[in-house]
């Protein structure tokens, strides 16, 4: 268990890192940044950086020397960033959850072990796989690359028309997973927090539309029965758990309407808070950073109770032109991550929206 | 009108720095910490520091130079330093209202010219003054120091059997005024914020209360008669107009109980964000610390709508040890300011807690 005062290690200088460092801030934690060199949004609030590429064996050396514990705001830390830290300091959450999380095929399959729901997947090492995986998924389906996708980046949907030698040129013939198309209802998110002790607190359900595979809204309670929204609390705490995770860290998962009612299926696990959480800084008793805090640091986690029905946009690329008039709505909480250039796609900000219930 | 990216100079870098800084962070503005020599809350989480004393012309002006805007947490910024920066960069809240309310005498008077209620107070620039000045306020009454007070410091009651000679040492024959006491029944603030464009939002009444001359709880609503708290949030704004006055600003009142019902007198005014608006940051719309930030910037005010009951409870000293039984309480907001030794008396942290209204 941390005291306050403790040095608090995050790798990467994003805005998750940011908020991550205002949360630590508050509870008198201080935070020492690691991260490639540039103007990184979290560098401005945190009392130590480094600046270095994520394989320097030596500044992670110095790193892991300053601090009490590492986190990280992404999966993508190399395998062999996480080797050097965690002889030398604990890091949480541990870095198994990474090495499944920032591979799909793995992320998958530790969900199907799980015996928990994911759309149906086949392996593809090649063109013939891909073939063979299509003629067995059917179309639609969808090609996704096993590592570094996110905000739909190394993904080709695979319609009647399209031709395969293309969608796989489209992914670089990389080592990929073919998935069953899922004509979903709805897109929802668990954010749960596990501590060091195993407990777990979940957020409550949030439902999420996504614009050119970008977050764009998350309004909470998700529009789902309640027996759905428990099942998806229930299956993200199984996962915290058989990762013995600690820390925050988010499910994201479809809603099918079928038959018997709605359905879920797990899409997939981030390892880190997420962007569907950032409506608990306003919207929750605890915020999903002061909950990372919290289990990192070996105390207890805080309520996860919500007030009010809510809203949270993102401010994606030119979007941020609108903050004056956001300041001029009552009630309305402006986030802006101070980044320079609104370039289209970039995460600017966020805006939270509360309504009574 | 300040722009996102903009840099927020603040000079000192204690708790309410820290906050303040927190807060610009939140909005995407960047802070440039100005304080003397040591280790400081407030260096922690800004993008830049100046350690140089406040009479340092040339780091100053260096820091003017770096900033778009000044701002400050306490009120005893040097005449001299607040008169280097307005030459060269805009200092918000403007200097003159440090130079009312770091003196009492040029406060209470200020008050007075107003035409709002203040206890009775007299000029002691010497000791035949404060012979007189007692022969007219009669005693107790109390006698403060025109400058550099606070939680207490620089005060000395004078009681039935109070020798004066002794009470003029105590207070080493400073200019000082006399104050009637008063028997007042309730200690209260309103903590406002005046806009660029000169629009008003005061936050609910607050009531504190003291231990050892320090805010040790503040409870908001105040239990006063509604008819009373809207008088103390209107005198705030009087204030606040006649000073041309941009940012948050505190008055501290008392509240008599008379024949006649509730009666109101000014202490004093705090040209700052305030300890006892701490509550703001989980309990209004728009904690203090981002209402200074938006006017500063010359931006809309925010909402300043209450949610709750609320307690707010200084961590003075030795309560910090309680950090852990805190973190356990459900729906406790705990904020530690990252100071390193508990010294008595030492403001360490504080704990918000909302109730149902």
């Known amino acids: ?57 030596q500044a992670l050396a110095a790193f892991a020397a300053s601090v009490d514990v590492v986190t990280y705001e992404f999966e993508n830390v190399p395998a062999g960033t996480a080797a050097i830290l965690v002889d030398r300091v604990p890091v949480r959450p541990r870095p198994e959850a990474l090495a499944i999380t920032q591979d799909r095929w793995l992320e998958k399959s530790f ?71 899922v004509p979903f209802s709805r897109e929802v998110s668990v954010v749960a927090a596990r501590a060091a002790d195993g407990s777990i607190a979940a957020f409550d359900l949030c439902e999420n539309a996504h614009k050119h595979h970008i977050l764009a809204l998350t309004r909470v309670p998700a529009a789902v029965a309640g027996a759905t929204a428990a099942l998806a609390s229930a299956m993200a705490g199984q996962i915290a758990a058989r990762l013995d995770y600690v820390g925050v860290l988010a499910v994201e998962l479809f809603v099918l309407e079928t038959a018997a009612g709605e359905t879920l299926l797990i899409n997939e696990i981030a390892p880190r808070v997420h962007n569907s959480g950032h409506w608990t800084i306003e919207g929750a008793d605890t915020s999903q950073f002061e909950q990372h805090m919290r289990a990192i640091a070996g105390w207890p986690l805080g309520s996860t109770a919500r007030r009010g029905r809510i809203e949270m946009e993102n401010l994606i690329g030119e979007d941020v032109a609108r903050f004056a008039r956001i300041l001029g709505e009552p009630g309305a909480h402006l986030h802006l991550y101070g980044k320079g250039e609104a370039r289209p796609g970039r995460k600017m900000g966020h805006v939270t929206r509360i309504f009574d219930d």
Chains 1, 2 share one sequence.
């Open 1 to 57: 268990m941390l005291t306050p005062g403790a040095t608090i290690g995050i790798l990467g200088g994003g805005q998750l890192a940011q908020m991550l460092a205002l949360a630590a801030a508050t509870l008198g934690l201080r935070c020492h940044i690691f991260a490639p060199p540039g103007d990184h949004p979290a560098f401005a609030v945190a009392a130590a950086r480094t600046e270095a590429a994520y394989d320097d064996a």
């Open 111 to 181: 969900i199907r072990d799980l015996g928990l729901p994911t759309p149906a997947f086949l392996p593809i090492d090649g063109f013939d796989m891909l073939e063979e995986g299509v003629a067995t998924l059917g179309r639609p389906s969808v090609l996704k690359t096993r590592r570094m996708g996110y905000d739909g980046k190394g993904q080709v949907l695979i319609g009647p028309e399209t031709d395969l030698r293309t969608a796989f040129a489209a992914i670089a013939a990389q080592p990929a997973i073919l998935e069953a198309f």
